[in-house]
Each structure stands twice: as C-alpha cells, then as structure tokens.
C-alpha cells in the first residue's frame, strides 16, 4: 500500500540492557537486525488534535484495513478512516464525535452480525452515559443503543472488554469503573443480563485496567483486575459455573500493603519468553511488574533488577515485535499529573534480556495515555499509535515503522473469528510454529487476541508475528475457548510475507 520509503535513523538512541532473571533465551536469532528502531510521524497535521486518552484500532467498515477511534478531553472524539494507508476523520457523519471526557473505547461484535460496533465510556459527566454504538454496516449514523440494553452507566468510566466469559459463543460486557463498582454483563441473545453480583465480580475498588486470558487452561476465560491508590489487585478465577473466585493472594499477586499514592493502572498480556504460556505486565504508579507464567498455573515477578522495573509512572503498555525479530517487544507511557516531561519507553526484547531503544522523536513524547500497536499501511511490520493528554503538544501521534521493506515483510499475521467469519473470539490463544533448514519445528511465538489493554481501550487487529530469517513457511495453531473447553485449529504451510492477513475461521 506504501511506496518506497526513506529510512531516516533517529539521533541519541538510549541503549541500555539487563538481564530479565527466568527469561529464556532461545537461539538468539534477531531478523530484524541490530540498528536503532526507527519511526516517522503519519499524516502529523491530522493527528494533531490535544488531550487524547483511549486509542483502539479495529476495521469497522470491513475494507481490510484498519481503522482508528480516539477518545478525547476538551474535544470531539475522532475515528480515522483508513483510505490505503491515508487516515479520514468522518466521526461527525457517523454520529461518534461526542465531546464529553473520554476515558474508554472498545471495538467488539456484540450483535454477531458481522461488523464491529463501538463502545465509549466518559469520566463523571452528569447527564452523558456510557454509549454502545451499533455499526448500520454501510452509509448513516450509528445508533446509540445502550439505554436499551440496559448498560448506559454513568461514572468514572475506564476498561471496557467484549468477552465471551462463558463459552457460549457470543460477546458478554465487562467494564471497570474507578469510583463505584465493576459490571458484568452476560449476552442472551443479543440482550444483557446483569450478572455482577452472581458472578462476584463487582470489585469495589478503585480500578482502572483489566486484562481477561485463560490463565489457568481449564477452557475459560479468568479476570486480572488493576486497581489503584493502594487497592490490592484482583485476579479472579472462573470456576466455569457463572462464578470467580479471587485467587490473588492465593498466588501472591494482590501487592498488599501499597501506599494510597501507589497501584497498577495498565495490565498488558502476551508470551514474553516464547515457552508457550502467556506471561502479563503491569504499568504501575511504582516499580513495573512483570508477572511470568511458571506454567503451573503460578506466577513470579521477574522484572526486578531489569530495566523494566523502574519506577517510570507508568499508565498503560502495549506489546509488539517491533523488529520483526520473533520477540515480542514493550512500549510503556508514561504519565504524572502536571508534569509534563515524563518520558515514554520503548524496550526491546533480545529474547532473554530487554534494552531501552526508544527514538528520540519519540522520547520526547511524555505524558501519554493510550498506546496501540498494527500494521496500519499493510507492509507487515507494526506502527505506533500514541494518545498524549497532558505534554506540552497534547497530541496524538502515529508513528510508522521504517524498517527495510525485507525485514518488514518477515511476518505473519492472524486474524481469528467464528464459524460466520465474525468477531466473536477475543481471547484466543494464537501460536506460530517453525523450522529453519536442518532445524525440527519450534514454537516461535504465543499471542493473545485482545480482551482490553492500551489505557482503557480494546482493539480488534489481528495479531502480528515477526519470524526470524531462515524460516519461510510457519504452522498457525489458535486455541479457542467453547463450552468450557479448550479447542484448537491449525493451519499448516503458511508462507511468510508480506502484510497480508490469515484468517482462521474457528467452528462451534
């Protein structure tokens, strides 16, 4: 979709390495090479706009390209229409540019009619619920249809997740609120129920993200709540009979005993060390926690003594191979309340051990919210988006990736959905196997379909593999959860290349 690029290589690079105690190291291949990452700013007059918060991409009209929906404060919200690779606001003729604080944006198919509707969460504006919006699938306003379905909630609004909890098959409704308590909702038949209380997880306290993965693969999704001033976090269990038990302090990961000024904001999931289990980050206002799965269903925080264990402030995180290298990378933001020069992160995985390699165009970022990663221009490797609230320029960025066109074109991408072709299945598990020449195959990678992440916000891109060089064609096993139980397809033979996506169509 891109034409040639010049690949411009940013001045004072930080580099900075430790060791991540656990990791493992595999071979140590990196396809992306060792320069300095490197990234232009899209369409800047565009994305120029102050006081951005949530960012979610997700395709809404269905053109094989993703698009862009920001959530603002003191101004209208915005959704980017994807034309090839060039970004169109058209929020005011879809009905979507409300202006009320903006603090939770979520893509998901609740209707399973095909396409992807929006939901928008505000921050304590009297008379303005929370908004479900239903995509008409072609030209028109979309309609509001919250206060039938009995979810326009007002509050201090923030992560909003469509997941299938129960294993029915269709997209039930969590959101999270900051100052009363959260909400389940289950979906019958294109209607919800409020299950909160049956269900137990109405946690009171103070939350900002939550992160939904199968934890312990009994075949059910399980809850990671993220509270804040203190509160110690959640993680509930789901025993599979409409009910969860929070087993945190079970498993030493409440972080009892945090001063009021302290707590985790952005819960960020995926399979760090390539071993096949998902591990799951925490930004924090303190030291950053990075929780790696045993693979007996406990967890040890391993960022302690690394580079990802300061205590930058931290508001949200996303992970993405970047370098297309086969490791999956993290971007940190990094927020403080009228302080405006707060840096962000960008740490780059060195299968093992992580390096602090942010750029310095975007370094000087600071005070930002929201952060995103997808192949937006289609060339296969990921671009950044980046909402910023309160640094001196406000504005929400896009960054696109410059790596060569070979490395960028080293990758695959996946897209899961159900048996019609809808997105109904955020939480599959997604893992890439491969073989160089000589080599027996391997895993590569383990990926996690999105259930909310990103400060406050749930995407629906596919997700994205770098495959290191000497591996031309990779195996695609996803695993789905259905009825309580874990069920797998696989795609064997796919090549390597390019920015086009695979889709795996997962049956009931």
Known sequence: MSGRRCRVLPAGVLLLAAACAGGDAGDGSHA??????????????????????PNAWGD????????LFVGFRGRANRLYRNDGGTFVDVAPE???????????????????DGDLDLFVGFRLTPGMPNRLYVNPG????????????????????????????????????FVAFREQANR???????EYV??????????PRRTVGVAWFDYDADGDLDLFVANQNGDEDAFFRNDGNDHFVDVAPELGMNRPDRGDEFGSVGPAVVDHDNDGDLDLFIATYGPDVLWENQGDGTFRDVAPGTVLSGDYHSTTAAWGDYDNDGW???FVVSYLSDVAEVPDHLFRNLGGSFAVTTPANVLEMGASHGVAWADFDGDGDLDLAVANNHNPDGTHHLYRNELPADVAARAVQVSVVDGEGRWTRPGAEVRVYGASAGDGPRLLGSRLLDTGGGYCSQGAAPVHFGIPSGIETVDVEVTFLLHGERRTERREGVPVGGGAVVEIRTGG
């Open 60 to 67: 809404f009209d269905n053109d094989g390209d993703l698009d």
């Open 94 to 112: 879809l009905g979507l540019a409300d202006e009320a604080e903006t603090r939770a944006a979520a893509w998901g198919d609740y209707d399973a």
């Open 138 to 173: 072609g030209p028109g306003e979309w309609v509001d249809v919250a206060p039938s379905l009995g979810i326009a909630l007002e509050g201090n609004t923030r992560q909003p997740s469509f997941v299938d909890y129960d294993g029915d098959g269709d997209l039930d409704f």
């Open 328 to 330: 999956a990378d993290l």
């Open 194 to 203: 409020d299950v909160t209380e049956r269900t137990g997880v109405g946690d």
């Open 32 to 53: 992306g090479g060792d320069a300095a990452p490197a990234f232009t700013r899209h369409q800047p007059d565009l994305f120029g706009a102050d006081g951005a918060q």
């Open 184 to 190: 389940l909702f289950r979906n019958d038949g294109g």
